[in-house]
C-alpha cells in the first residue's frame, strides 16, 4: 500500500526527530522534555506510562519506588525538593582520572562528565547496575582529592553512571567550583 504525500512526509519527519533525539544525551533529553511540557510534565509522564504494557509500567513502578527510597536521608526524614533534583543536576564535561574499587577488582578510568550528584565514567569493565563503587579522583587545578562511594544507577555500552552516596558538603562545594569554573571555559 503506497503512502500518501502527507503521509510521507509525516514518516520523513519523524523519522529525522527520532535520529536527532538519539544523538542527545541523556541530560538533554531531560532538559528538551522539561521545556517542552514545564509544569504539564506529570500529566504527560502519566499518559505515556498508561500507554505502555504491563511488564513495562511494572519496571516504572519498581523504579520510581526505588528512587523514592532513595531519597530518604539516613534518619527516615524525606529529602527536600532541591535535593530530589538534584538527579537532574547540571552535568559538566571533562576528562578526569579516577580510581574504582568494587569488592571483587580495582581499576582505573575517566570520569567523562561530573554533577554534584554524580558522575558518568567511561569503562568497558563489567559492572552491573546497583553495584557500590569507591571512588577516589583529583579535582582538576586543585591540591584537593575526593574520596567518596557510588552506586552504579546506569550501564550502557559507553560506561557506569555514578550516584554519588554520602557525599559532604565539602566535596559537593568543590565539585560545583570545579563545575562552575568549567563554565568560563
Same mark, same amino acid.
Given at each position: ?10 514518516? +520523513? /519527519?519523524?523519522?529525522? /526527530?527520532?535520529?536527532?533525539? *538519539? ?29 505502555? +504494557?504491563?511488564?513495562?509500567?511494572? *519496571? ?18 524525606? =529529602? ?13 564535561? @571533562?576528562?578526569?582520572?579516577?580510581? @574504582?574499587? +568494587? ?19 567511561? *569503562? ?20 584537593? *582529592? ?6 552504579? =544507577?546506569? @550501564? ?11 557525599? +559532604? ?17
Amino acid at each position: 500500500m503506497a503512502l500518501t504525500d502527507k503521509q510521507s512526509g509525516r514518516v +520523513t /519527519i519523524i523519522s529525522r /526527530i527520532y535520529e536527532l533525539l *538519539t544523538k542527545l544525551t541523556e541530560e538533554q533529553q531531560i532538559l528538551l522534555v522539561r521545556q517542552l511540557f514545564r509544569e504539564d510534565l506529570p500529566h504527560y509522564l502519566l499518559k505515556v506510562i498508561l500507554e505502555m +504494557t504491563e511488564t513495562q509500567q511494572v *519496571t516504572i513502578l519498581n523504579e520510581l519506588e526505588e528512587i523514592v527510597m532513595e531519597a530518604q536521608s539516613p534518619n527516615g526524614d524525606r =529529602v527536600s525538593i532541591v535535593d530530589l533534583d538534584e538527579r537532574i543536576a547540571p552535568r559538566k564535561p @571533562c576528562i578526569v582520572f579516577v580510581d @574504582c574499587q +568494587t569488592e571483587e577488582k580495582s581499576f582505573q578510568e575517566f570520569i567523562r562528565n561530573i554533577s554534584t550528584s554524580g558522575a558518568y565514567i567511561k *569503562t568497558n569493565q563489567p559492572i552491573e547496575k546497583g553495584q557500590t563503587l569507591s571512588l577516589s579522583f583529583s579535582i582538576p587545578h586543585t591540591d584537593e *582529592t575526593i574520596e567518596l562511594s557510588g552506586n552504579v =544507577v546506569r @550501564c550502557d555500552k559507553e560506561g557506569i553512571g555514578v550516584k554519588f552516596q554520602a557525599i +559532604t558538603e565539602g566535596q559537593r562545594d568543590t565539585i560545583r567550583t570545579f563545575i562552575e569554573a568549567r563554565d568560563g571555559e
